[in-house]
């Protein structure tokens, strides 16, 4: 059974970097889209951005110009990078892996199975 | 991006009850080359991660009680439990993977009346 366990800073000042790490145990690193998702304070989920087995990422257009999500295959480890953060990035941020469906001879991400524990984030001054 | 928005925003059940939950997108999230509705249903619990209880907006994930069930096509669709139990006290959340841009609704709470 995939396991994921995250770790990064929780207290950040505004335009710092946030910097996140996902190790993933159990199950097959390369078989799965992995994805970071956020949750506010009180709002609703937020999908940030997937990357598939083949290394290529997509991103929500509302931060793709701050966000970077990169893999360590050899480490079985995703990694989030969001730049210039201000207080709207205040959130719990979960990893989450995508067993992906097939159709048509492409595959993409879809629903999210399993999730990492989540971590508080909190930018402030 | 596609809208979801979830009814009620919270309910209260009694215990052996239905709970029935609405989730409706902005547009149509049914994939006409497959007959597939690309929607999925979550339940998080406090202080934990959200959990995939139904996809392809019926289809139970591996674990799940037969008492949760999702039907719907569309726009229009609906996360039932069919006798609530104490350990379904939690927010629920529908989300689409239509498009690559993935989005949520903004969740229902669900309590024991």
């Known amino acids: 059974q995939v396991q994921l366990q995250q770790w990064g800073a929780g207290l950040l000042k505004p335009s710092e970097t946030l910097s996140l790490t996902c190790a993933v145990y159990?199950?097959?690193?390369?078989?799965?889209?992995w994805s970071w998702i956020r949750q506010p304070p009180g709002k609703r989920l937020e999908w940030i951005g997937e990357?598939?087995?083949?290394?290529?990422?997509i991103y929500n257009p509302s931060l793709k110009s701050r966000v970077t999500i990169s893999v360590d295959t050899s480490e079985n480890q995703l990694s989030l990078q969001l730049n210039s953060v201000t207080a709207a990035d205040t959130a719990v941020y979960y990893c989450?892996?995508?067993?992906?469906?097939?159709?048509?001879?492409?595959?993409?991400?879809?629903?999210?199975?399993?999730w990492g524990q989540g971590a508080l984030v909190t930018v402030s001054s | 991006d596609i809208v979801m928005t979830q009814s009620p925003d919270s309910l209260a059940v009694s215990l052996g009850e239905r709970a029935t939950i609405n989730c409706k997108s902005s547009?149509?999230?049914?994939?006409?080359?497959?007959?597939?509705?690309?929607l999925a249903w979550y339940q998080q619990k406090p202080g934990q991660p959200p959990k995939v209880l139904i996809y392809?907006?019926?289809t139970r994930e591996s674990g799940v009680p037969d008492r949760f069930s999702g039907s719907g096509s569309g726009t229009d669709f609906t996360l039932t439990i069919s006798s609530l139990q104490a350990e379904d006290v939690a927010v629920y959340y529908c989300?689409?993977?239509?498009?690559?841009?993935?989005?949520f609704g903004q969740g229902t709470k669900v309590e024991i009346k």
């Open positions: 990357i598939n087995p083949s290394g290529s990422t």
């Open positions: 159990g199950g097959s690193f390369s078989g799965y889209y």
């Open positions: 547009q149509s999230v049914l994939y006409n080359s497959n007959s597939k509705n690309y």
């Open positions: 392809w907006a019926s």
């Open positions: 989300q689409q993977y239509y498009t690559s841009t993935r989005t």
């Open positions: 989450a892996g995508e067993p992906g469906y097939c159709i048509g001879g492409h595959c993409y991400g879809g629903w999210f199975g399993p």
